[in-house]
């Protein structure tokens, strides 16, 4: 299983970006697709996650109302669609995927992929 992430780039503070994850090896439908983040000296943060079969959706508080998490199963791939950003959603993002169909921050995710870095500009 491996997760593989794009999309990162520069985006001045308020604009957009739409992250993408391909995940090859596992039915993304079934199964938990997560984002995390983690700033340097900081923890690390789920930020969405989903499991598109079950219309399961969990957003952090830190970005509820200006992220969404969308799936496409066809293509075994899952967008996070990044709006109104803040200069401290700057930092890598990284894609993780687990067996279990269940989103939840407790859960340890067992794949993971590189990181993608956003740098939102003020």
């Known amino acids: 299983v491996q997760p593989q992430a794009s999309g990162g780039g520069l985006v001045q503070a308020g604009g957009s970006l739409r992250l993408s994850c391909v995940v090859s090896?596992?039915?993304?439908?079934?199964?938990?697709i997560a984002w995390f983040r983690q700033a340097p000296g900081g923890e690390r943060e789920g930020v969405p996650c989903?499991?598109?079969?079950?219309?399961?959706?969990v957003y952090s508080d830190s970005v509820k109302g200006r992220f969404t998490i969308a799936s496409d199963n066809a293509k075994s791939t899952v967008y996070p669609q990044m709006n109104s950003l803040k200069s401290e959603d700057t930092t890598v993002y990284y894609c993780?995927?687990?067996?279990?169909?269940?989103?939840?921050?407790?859960?340890?995710?067992?794949?993971w992929g590189q990181g993608t870095l956003v740098t939102v500009s003020s």
């Open positions: 993780a995927a687990d067996w279990a169909p269940l989103c939840s921050w407790h859960v340890k995710f067992d794949y």
């Open positions: 989903v499991v598109s079969d079950n219309d399961d959706t």
């Open positions: 090896g596992l039915t993304t439908g079934n199964s938990a």
